[in-house]
């Protein structure tokens, strides 16, 4: 029951934004992306903060070494990302940044199969990351799995819209897109059949997991927010991100309620 459970989330977080990506068109990614941004904001530092970081401490573990952990969790996420390993489509076409159309292209043409590997590995880490948090607790694991799919979401379309620009067309960004997302349930069955046995352990795995939600939110996402200054743009991004807790709060309750 676990394993179909961690098999079905993490489908659903590699194919569900390939699934939204393909039945939008080009202008209503590239206007809806910053929205989706907000809103993951707020689901992943909800989740992290409210949630998984909460059912760590609940452990036996010393408080020292799990902040020592989470110190070491947002160090890591760092490094990974400085060696551009760890891609969460920082910089899109379309993405109101005000590139130069022909550095945009240059970029992409670069930056596509670089942008394929590092979903695929950031993907099969979330894969561990949903396997750890329902070997945890399977509420735990569900809210996990839903502020990750909620991150996925506006990664995969921007990072759609990057293939398109480094020269794939449509279907062939679509179906590479799709592989790579299917990188996360082999992460999650190894996780399964892996960390199972480390059951110590999990303290640490969720406030690794916490530490990767926290980066992302605010080394990543909150970074490309802070770049739209007007007061419309600002009280929409308030709006989507506070959008983003209540789901999580809500999710949250209703799950205590079974």
Not at 23 to 33: E, F, G
Not at 122 to 147: E, K, M, P, Q, Y
Not at 203 to 209: D, F, G, H, K
């Amino acid at each position: 029951m676990t394993l179909l459970a961690i098999v079905l989330a993490t489908l659903a977080g590699g194919l569900l934004s390939v699934l939204i990506a393909a039945s939008l068109t080009l202008t209503v990614l590239s206007r809806v992306v910053q929205h989706l941004v907000s809103l993951s904001t707020g689901v992943l530092l909800a989740t992290a903060l409210l949630n998984v970081l909460p059912e760590a401490f609940e452990s036996q573990a010393s408080p020292q070494s799990l902040f020592g952990t989470l110190l070491g969790g947002l160090l890591f996420f760092f490094l990974l990302e400085k060696a551009e390993l760890y891609r969460h489509g920082h910089h899109h076409e379309h993405d109101d940044h005000h590139h130069d159309h022909g550095f945009d292209q240059q970029q992409a043409g670069r930056g596509g199969w670089s942008v394929l590997l590092g979903d695929s590995i950031h993907n099969f880490c979330d894969g561990v990351i949903i396997a750890a948090a329902f070997l945890a607790d399977l509420r735990l694991g569900t809210l996990t799995a839903l502020a990750i799919i909620a991150h996925e979401i506006p990664q995969e379309v921007g990072d759609y819209i990057v293939l398109l620009n480094a020269g794939f067309s449509k279907m062939r960004a679509l179906v590479y897109n799709a592989i790579s997302g299917l990188a996360a349930v082999l992460g999650g069955v190894l996780g399964y059949f892996v960390v199972g046995a480390w059951q110590p352990l999990f303290p640490y795995l969720l406030v690794v997991a916490a530490s990767s939600f926290i980066y992302v939110a605010t080394a990543d996402l909150i970074p490309q927010l802070q770049l739209r200054l007007s007061w419309r743009a600002t009280l929409l991004q308030l709006v989507w991100l506070g959008a983003g807790l209540v789901v999580v709060l809500l999710a949250t309750s209703a799950l205590h309620g079974h």
